[in-house]
């Protein structure tokens, strides 16, 4: 399998997961990024429990504000995965320490304890955004397509695959016109994909470039299509692979450093070698 489509179509890797050095310095570049974009809420970290307590209460079903209890909720849900990025940063502070040969037992220490507030924060993070998502009150609520994406999100670097599927498919199903519903339909064919579900890897992809996707998504999609169909082998498949990748090439060129840009790469050159 081609190593490109693990990095365009495989899950992505949990900083939370032991001794993963690479996958750290995403989500410390991920933080850095949203921190220079000023993405990342302001304010003090919540106090121990109070996040907690402000999810398991969604707003009573009459709310005279459900817009304020959503943006309540989707606050803290937001302060709360800032949290967990913040300790992807230490982290990777750590690994890249360990990799100088500057770690000792302080060091191991301290990455055991981040790693089990991260597991704590991330366990928070699903639970607050849960609450706003099955909140009656608040189906209507603007934030909620994005809090289900950002739930099935949390639930796949929790590990629980089948819960994040099944988030994805609500997203999909419940706000089909959202800017989020494309995402959802390509993380459902990524997770399909690496179950070996090509069939339905090729469908979700299908759909996500039938939304109101942009040229970054829709080159992912297609190139999880491509190797998707090279996966099933049926009669046409690696004609309708070809077409794909031919696709990607004439979205034009991503920026260059961005995965978009490795694929267009990996387009080009299995085009040129379509027997791969």
């Not at 933080?31 to 121990?48: D, K, N």
């Amino acid at each position: 399998m081609s190593r490109v489509l693990e990095s365009a179509a495989g899950a992505a890797g949990s900083f939370t997961e032991p001794r993963r050095a690479a996958a750290r310095r995403l989500a410390a570049l991920a933080a850095l990024a949203l921190a220079s974009a000023g993405c990342i809420a302001g304010g003090a970290p919540a106090r121990a429990g109070h996040a907690d307590a402000g999810a398991a209460a969604p707003a009573r079903p009459g709310h005279a504000d459900a817009g304020a209890a959503a943006e309540r909720l989707f606050r803290e849900a937001e302060s709360l995965a800032s949290r967990r990025r913040a300790i992807g940063v230490q982290l990777f502070v750590l690994d890249e320490a360990a990799e100088a040969g500057a770690a000792g037992e302080r060091a191991e220490a301290r990455r055991a304890a981040l790693e089990a507030e991260a597991a704590r924060v991330l366990s928070r993070t699903v639970a607050a955004y849960a609450a706003l998502v099955d909140a009656p009150a608040l189906r209507a609520a603007a934030q909620r397509p994005s809090a289900l994406l950002r739930l099935a999100q949390a639930l796949q670097d929790s590990g629980d695959l089948r819960g994040a599927e099944a988030r994805l498919r609500q997203l999909a199903l419940e706000h089909p016109a959202s800017r989020e519903a494309p995402e959802a339909h390509l993380a459902l064919a990524n997770l399909a994909f690496a179950a070996g579900r090509l069939d339905e890897a090729v469908s979700a992809c299908d759909a996500a470039l039938r939304g109101p996707a942009g040229a970054a998504l829709r080159k992912r999609a297609l190139y999880v299509k491509a190797w998707s169909l090279r996966g099933l082998g049926r009669e046409g498949a690696v004609e309708e692979a070809m077409e794909a990748l031919r696709a990607i090439v004439q979205l034009g060129p991503a920026p260059a450093g961005s995965p978009e840009a490795t694929i267009d790469e990996a387009a080009e050159r299995e085009l040129d070698r379509p027997t791969l």
